[in-house]
Antibody, heavy 119, light 106 residues
Framework: EVQLVQSGAEVKKPGESLKISCKGS????????IGWVRQMPGKDLEWMGV????????RYNPSFQGQVTISADRSLNTAYLQWRSLKASDTAIYYC????????????WGQGTLVTVSS | EIVMTQSPATLSVSPGERATLSCRAS??????LAWYQQKPGQAPRLLIY???TRATGIPARFSGSGSGTEFTLTISSLQSEDVAVYYC?????????FGQGTKLEI
């Protein structure tokens, strides 16, 4: 059974750093892509970027380029989304999701990680 | 960046009736179009991919059609459990943008 399990909710202050995780199981982690999707409170879904853990090929939405870093650790079957300096506007639920290839949809989703940034 | 536009923003349908949701792409995405369902407090779930193929376990009352720039999701006979927000997303190239969603109400 394919599963994506994300790390727990976080409460941070503006300016702090953060790294959240997404652990995949039940499929070949290195032969698929993992993507990240943001959902701000009460808003729609925003495609942030994807990574192919097999070769670390990473693609960003230009809107998020430079704001976050997507990475993966093949040995842990885990993908990460990282911020160096959080802002209040980063408050959102962040979902990870799997896609089997470059021209495939997101077929499995994690449960989401709520990130709250507040002073 | 391809812009995906969904209509209407909100749709109210009686149980047992048909619901028709639309999605338009600002340029052709071929058939590289997916529909997702998101219920309150839950992660999105894949309904349709390749514009018209139902994902595993999706009831037959959900169907998709279209290609190029115009797409439709149809729910043939609305059930109470279909209340959700529905999003389209293209995956033809990067970034794979989502539409803004259609909220389906009973």
């Amino acid at each position: 059974e394919v599963q994506l399990v994300q790390s727990g909710a976080e409460v941070k202050k503006p300016g702090e750093s953060l790294k959240i995780s997404c652990k995949g199981s039940g499929y070949s982690f290195t032969n698929s892509w993992i993507g990240w999707v943001r959902q701000m409170p009460g808003k729609d879904l925003e495609w942030m970027g994807v990574i192919h853990p097999g070769d670390s090929d990473t693609r960003y939405n230009p809107s998020f380029q430079g704001q976050v870093t997507i990475s993966a650790d093949r040995s842990l079957n885990t993908a990460y989304l990282q911020w160096r300096s959080l802002k209040a506007s980063d408050t959102a639920i962040y979902y990870c999701a799997r896609r089997q290839g470059a021209r495939h949809p997101f077929d499995y989703w994690g449960q989401g990680t709520l990130v709250t940034v507040s002073s | 960046e391809i812009v995906m536009t969904q209509s209407p923003a909100t749709l109210s349908v009686s149980p047992g009736e048909r619901a028709t949701l639309s999605c338009r792409a600002s340029q052709s995405v071929s058939s590289n179009l997916a529909w997702y369902q998101q219920k309150p407090g839950q992660a999105p779930r894949l309904l349709i991919y390749g514009a018209s193929t139902r994902a595993t376990g999706i009831p037959a009352r959900f169907s998709g059609s279209g290609s190029g720039t115009e797409f439709t999701l149809t729910i043939s006979s609305l059930q109470s459990e279909d209340v959700a927000v529905y999003y389209c997303q293209h995956y033809n190239n990067w970034p794979c943008t989502f539409g803004q969603g259609t909220k389906l109400e009973i």
